[in-house]
T-cell receptor, first 112, second 113 residues
Framework: QQQVKQSPQSLIVQKGGISIINCAYE??????FPWYQQFPGKGPALLIA?????SEKKEGRFTISFNKSAKQFSLHIMDSQPGDSATYFC???????????FGAGTRLFVKA | ETGVTQTPRHLVMGMTNKKSLKCEQH?????MYWYKQSAKKPLELMFV???????ENNSVPSRFSPECPNSSHLFLHLHTLQPEDSALYLC????????????FGPGTRLTVL
C-alpha cells in the first residue's frame, strides 16, 4: 500500500514532442505529489508538485495531471527539448508522516 | 554556500575499513534524510531525522550508523561494508518531515571493494 508505481521505465521522444510519464498509488492518505528531475552526477531536484485539491498544475512546459478517484497522476512535458533528457521520479507523501515514497524512475531521452 | 552539500563526492573503501559520509544543509530545515540509490532500484529511504531525533529507520543493516549532532549536519558512519553496498548515497533536507519538498545534495558515490 506504500508503493508508487511509475511507468514507463524509459522513454524516447523527438524534439518538440510531448513526453508523458505516469504514476499510480494506493495509499489514500498521500496528500503531496512531487516530481523530481535528476541529471547524471547530480541529486534529484524538485520540478513541480501538486496537492489533491486541484486536478492540474502547470509551470511552463511542465504539467501535472491528477486523478484522485483513479489514484493516478502524470507528468506532461510539452515541446520536449534535448536538455530535458534526465531521469524523472514521481513521489508521494502524507502530512504528518515521515516518509516520501518514490517511484522507480523514468529515463527520458529527447532526440534532437 | 547554499543548499545541501555532501563530502566526499567519491569514496572507495575496503570491506574492513571505517569511513564517514558528511552532509550539511544551509536552508534552516528541520528534517534530514539519507537515501541509497542503486543502478536498478528506486530511491531507498534509509533514515529520517527531525530536529536531531531519528524518527525513521527503514530496516537498515547495523553496518550503517547515522548521527545527527544538530539540525544542519548529518553523518553516515560506515563499517564492514559489503560490495553490494556500493551505490550513490544521497542526503536531503526539508522544512519538516513528510509532505514537503526535499532538497537533495549531489551524493557520495561509494565503491566497496
Amino acid at each position: 500500500q506504500q508503493q508508487v508505481k511509475q511507468s514507463p521505465q524509459s522513454l524516447i521522444v523527438q524534439k518538440g514532442g510531448i513526453s508523458i510519464i505516469n504514476c499510480a498509488y494506493e495509499n489514500t492518505a498521500f496528500d503531496y505529489f512531487p516530481w523530481y528531475q535528476q541529471f547524471p552526477g547530480k541529486g534529484p531536484a524538485l520540478l513541480i508538485a501538486i496537492r489533491p485539491d486541484v486536478s492540474e498544475k502547470k509551470e511552463g512546459r511542465f504539467t501535472i495531471s491528477f486523478n484522485k478517484s483513479a489514484k493516478q497522476f502524470s507528468l506532461h512535458i510539452m515541446d520536449s527539448q534535448p536538455g530535458d533528457s534526465a531521469t524523472y521520479f514521481c513521489a508521494a507523501s502524507s502530512t504528518g508522516g515521515f516518509k516520501t515514497i518514490f517511484g522507480a524512475g523514468t529515463r527520458l531521452f529527447v532526440k534532437a | 554556500e547554499t543548499g545541501v552539500t555532501q563530502t566526499p563526492r567519491h569514496l572507495v573503501m575496503g570491506m574492513t575499513n571505517k569511513k564517514s559520509l558528511k552532509c550539511e544543509q544551509h536552508l534552516g530545515h528541520n528534517a534530514m534524510y539519507w537515501y541509497k540509490q542503486s543502478a536498478k532500484k528506486p530511491l531507498e529511504l534509509m533514515f529520517v531525522y527531525s530536529l536531531e531525533e531519528r524518527v525513521e529507520n527503514n530496516s537498515v543493516p547495523s553496518r550503517f550508523s547515522p548521527e545527527c549532532p544538530n539540525s544542519s549536519h548529518l553523518f553516515l558512519h560506515l563499517h564492514t561494508l559489503q560490495p553490494e553496498d556500493s551505490a550513490l548515497y544521497l542526503c536531503a533536507s526539508s522544512q519538516e518531515p513528510g509532505a514537503y519538498t526535499q532538497y537533495f545534495g549531489p551524493g557520495t558515490r561509494l565503491t566497496v571493494l
